[in-house]
């Protein structure tokens, strides 16, 4: 048994019973990033010592004790580096745990390394970082999704056992997609974004990624709850997610959005999630045609207001207080200028430029606050359907994993791919991705996603059903051929 492929219940059971120590499990997984990770460059830091102490001092009563979680290099780990794949936060060490990294600690789980990713999350390929793009494990010359990749390539590969993505627009669902592992992102204000650092403050929610819905279950259970320090954290209670897994879908209803089949999908994602939807009426649910008439201008709206919020949040970067300054710099404005300059990436600069665009004065009513409406208006289309159905079945992404390279020319072919999952964000609910099938004939197999979308803090719903649809089906028992 290799312990880095383990699901977390295992690895609890055995250590409980004293059959393993955490350290085992670190020294599996550490043996992993030893052999897999120059090819595959999901990590792009992490002190095994550190964490091998950690281990040493777990309570392995509590319900996440021992067990390690890799971390996207955006959610801050005191003492650790933070850069967000960033030239501009080279040399940052973060100064306080993010709460979600508190609430691990408190779960008894051990942070461990920083895992790769688009630079400040902008990309869903994660050709966007200043260490080079991860490799999809399925197939090394593809992209493993972005912005969450190092996370979703980490976890399939056995290099982690769970990990932490941020979500804007789909940075945890599609690349668990694309690397065939399981993606949530939780309804905005479930969990806590004091120590995440801000991409589109609106947007962003932290969540799991791991290999088994029950894994995502247990650790959105040990992320979740309020947070004074986020003014966006909501005062609700967090329910036993994993005790609540087996239900079944009896009984309940799935909506299927008429607009969420487009022409230009790749055949076999249409295919394998068709089956999927077919499944779950097998297995006794009832399906119901909706509409999300606005989900067409989702792409639209969210690449005006997600640049326009980055714009402000990344303001704070000019060489003054963290990471990288310019060393020539003449005066204060030319330090800031060029410390942006040389520290920010192309995509980066883009999404600064055109956010700072659509606030200037005079542009400001025609494009953000437009954004602003149509986004009401996607909410609107949720909150219809959700009168008719429980939870609503899309495919996570129109495509599997494409070539790295193959859209790095044509950012608005790669904006394109985001267009099954911005609407949940951009309305506020969650959503939770988990492999359905792989594509078919000649060269790599790929993993394909079913992405289940739910109502308003209503993580359980969706849980229950992925994990019935999960346990019913032979997806998740599938592993890279590494
Ligand atoms: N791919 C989207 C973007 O580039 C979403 C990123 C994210 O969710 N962080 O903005």
Same mark, same amino acid.
């Given at each position: 048994m290799n312990l880095a492929l383990e699901p977390i219940s295992t690895l609890r059971a055995r250590l409980r019973g004293r059959e393993i120590c955490p350290r085992d499990i670190l020294a599996a997984i550490r043996e992993r990033v030893e052999e897999l990770n120059l090819a595959l460059? %999901? *990590?792009?830091h992490h002190d095994w010592d550190a964490a091998m102490a950690e281990a040493d001092r777990a309570d392995l009563s509590l319900p996440l004790g021992g067990i390690p979680v890799a971390i996207k290099d955006v959610i801050s780990v005191r003492g650790q580096p933070c850069t967000c794949g960033s030239r501009i936060l080279q040399g940052h060490v973060a100064l306080y745990d993010a709460t979600v990294i508190g609430n691990l600690r408190r779960s008894g789980a051990i942070p461990v390394g920083r895992l790769n990713m688009d630079e400040f999350a902008m990309g869903s390929s994660n050709e966007n970082s200043f260490y080079g793009p991860c490799r999809n494990p399925w197939d090394t010359s593809r992209a493993p999704g972005g912005s969450s990749g190092g996370s979703a390539a980490a976890v399939a590969a056995g290099l982690a056992v769970a990990a932490l993505g941020s979500d804007t627009g789909g940075s945890i669902r599609q690349p668990a997609a694309f690397c065939g592992c399981v993606g949530l992102k939780p309804t905005y =204000? /479930?969990?806590? /974004? *004091? =120590?995440l650092v801000a991409f589109a403050s609106s947007l962003d929610q932290i969540g799991p990624l791991t290999r088994t819905v029950e894994d995502a279950a247990i650790v959105l259970g040990a992320i979740s709850g309020h947070d004074p320090a986020d003014c966006t954290s909501v005062d609700t209670g967090v329910p036993d997610f994993a005790a609540s897994l087996g239900g079944g879908v009896r009984g309940l209803r799935f909506g299927v959005p008429k607009? *969420?089949?487009? #022409? $230009?999908?790749d055949p076999a994602v249409e295919r394998a999630v068709r089956a999927a939807i077919d499944h779950l009426a097998h297995e006794g649910a009832e399906i119901v045609e909706i509409s999300l008439p606005h989900t067409e201008h989702a792409i639209a709206s969210y690449y005006i207001i997600a640049p326009a919020e980055a714009s402000s949040n990344l %303001?704070?970067? !000019? $060489?003054?207080? *963290?990471?990288h300054r310019a060393? !020539? %710099?003449?005066d204060v404005i030319d330090c800031y200028a060029k410390t942006r300059q040389q520290g920010f990436g192309k995509e980066v600069k883009r999404r600064i430029l055109l956010g700072t665009y659509v606030l200037s004065s005079g542009y400001y009513d025609a494009y953000y606050l437009r954004a602003q409406k149509v986004r009401t208006l996607m909410r609107r289309d949720f909150e219809r359907a959700f009168e008719t159905c429980d939870a609503i079945l899309t #495919?996570? %992404? #129109?495509?599997p994993a494409f070539k790295l390279g193959e859209k790095l020319d044509d950012p608005i072919s790669m904006y394109l791919g985001d267009v099954f999952t911005i609407a949940v964000n951009m309305a506020g609910i969650c959503g939770i991705s988990l492999p359905c099938g792989f594509t078919g004939g000649a060269g790599a197999r790929l993993p394909i996603g079913l992405q289940i979308i739910g109502k308003p803090f209503d993580e359980a719903t969706i849980l229950r059903v992925a994990h019935h649809y999960e346990q019913t089906t032979p997806w998740h028992r599938e592993r890279p051929p590494l």
């Open positions: 460059n %999901a *990590y792009v =204000g /479930r969990v806590s /974004r *004091y =120590g607009e *969420y089949f487009i #022409p $230009g999908m %303001a704070r970067f !000019d $060489g003054v207080r *963290y990471g060393k !020539d %710099a003449t #495919p996570t %992404a #129109p495509s």
